[in-house]
């Protein structure tokens, strides 16, 4: 736990953080099952969507190369798999990264034996604060079609969607993105993120993790540092 002094000095820090900053996204989604439901939601545009599991910083390890840690990952009651990430540089959600992320969730999911007709739905899904793609639209459906025949779909059960944070407007897409860059919860739309949003902000339980929170990224940034 921290120190008095510690907790005081990093209040400011954690009413300045956001949802689309990593700490507090992966903090305030661990686990929670309605805020990641309401994201899925809007974001497939699906309102009976249900999440029976998720889990935020999933790490699924390759033996052959590199690692991926999943922001959320998230499975709904139809068995489709959902990684979520939250981008704040363009880098980090080049298309690259994204197809990446996608051949991990078949590797974490797919076990020998498994026929082919038993593999899930997978949906890797970027929100990232700038407009990476460059089109001025909410959202961009990435899905793989056959040029041969007109482009009609190749249905091999993946899909990748990028939530442009830079989008405003008052429709359902918008007034999430809205949220996601408030640091006050009480300007947020959606109650779901409001009241987790400040229980880590202005709940005394919330606030402490929170300052833990903060002074491992500090702890850690000073080694990396002296490294």
Known sequence: MPTQPNLSRHLARIQRFRLIDDAFFHTCFDGYIPGMELLLRI????????VTDMVAQNKVPNIYGRE???????????????DFEVQRSDEGAVPLRARYNSSMLDTMEV????????????????????DVLGGNLP???????????????????????YVNG??????????????????DPRDMHYAVLADRANF??????GVVTMSE???EILNEGREEGRE
């Open 43 to 50: 974001i497939c545009d699906r309102d009976d969507l249900r």
């Open 68 to 82: 991926v840690c999943f922001d959320v990952f998230a499975r709904d009651e139809n068995g489709k798999l959902h």
């Open 111 to 130: 076990q020998k034996g498994t026929k082919w007709p038993k593999l899930p739905s997978i949906g890797v899904i970027f929100l990232t604060e700038q």
């Open 139 to 161: 959202l961009y459906h990435i899905r793989r079609k056959i040029e041969e025949l007109g482009n009609a779909p190749f249905d091999d059960k993946s899909e990748i969607i």
């Open 166 to 183: 830079a989008y405003v407007g008052k429709d359902p897409v918008g007034k999430l993105i809205h949220d996601f860059h408030c640091t």
């Open 200 to 205: 880590f902000k202005n709940d005394s339980k």
């Open 213 to 215: 929170i903060v002074e």
